[in-house]
């Protein structure tokens, strides 16, 4: 059975440098995003190390074990549909149902924020928008034909 990893933001144990746990406090809210956490004894191969003061005093696994709290952590692979719901939160709805106008600035937000790094994206945000793969190019294209306000 896999050793349980630390909560995001506890103090590393045995450390004589209290700004490593300040360095975890920091991390938390990024790793709660991005469902990571926290893990000091027996990393497993892929865990991220993480180096404070040119030493390795944490690793980070992605992916895997519980959120704080207990919520499970989503696959990374979810990302996409993550950003879809935190643009639906911003502009008050799910994107389909948005006029035309919002729609755009939806695109323009997931451009933003990276979401067409990803594959497939744009028939996925076609797909939440209600709208053709088509058209999400036509609103990116727009948006970056824009000038800057």
Same mark, same amino acid.
């Given at each position: 059975?896999?050793?349980?990893?630390?909560?995001?933001?506890?103090?590393?144990?045995?450390?004589?440098?209290?700004?490593?746990?300040?360095?975890?406090?920091?991390?938390?809210?990024?790793?709660?995003? @991005?469902?990571?956490?926290?893990?000091?004894?027996?990393?497993?191969?892929?865990?991220?190390?993480?180096?404070?003061?040119?030493?390795?005093?944490?690793?980070?696994?992605?992916?895997?074990?519980?959120?704080?709290?207990?919520?499970?952590?989503?696959?990374?692979?979810?990302?996409?549909?993550?950003?879809?719901?935190?643009?639906?939160?911003?502009?008050?709805?799910?994107?389909?149902?948005?006029?035309?106008?919002?729609?755009?600035?939806?695109?323009?937000?997931?451009?933003?924020?990276?979401?067409?790094?990803?594959?497939?994206?744009?028939?996925? @945000?076609?797909?939440?928008?209600?709208?053709?793969?088509?058209?999400?190019?036509?609103?990116?294209?727009?948006?970056?034909?824009?000038?800057?306000?």
């Amino acid at each position: 059975m896999a050793e349980r990893a630390t909560p995001l933001a506890a103090p590393v144990e045995g450390s004589p440098d209290p700004s490593e746990a300040l360095l975890v406090a920091a991390l938390g809210p990024l790793l709660e995003r @991005v469902g990571g956490e926290v893990v000091r004894s027996r990393p497993q191969p892929g865990d991220v190390p993480v180096e404070w003061a040119g030493r390795v005093v944490l690793h980070v696994r992605m992916g895997q074990g519980a959120r704080s709290g207990g919520e499970p952590v989503a696959d990374l692979s979810d990302g996409l549909s993550r950003l879809i719901e935190d643009v639906e939160g911003e502009l008050g709805g799910p994107l389909s149902v948005l006029p035309r106008a919002e729609k755009q600035q939806a695109v323009r937000l997931l451009e933003e924020r990276g979401a067409f790094e990803m594959r497939r994206s744009a028939e996925t @945000v076609a797909e939440a928008l209600g709208v053709t793969r088509f058209t999400v190019y036509n609103y990116l294209h727009r948006n970056r034909d824009e000038p800057a306000t």
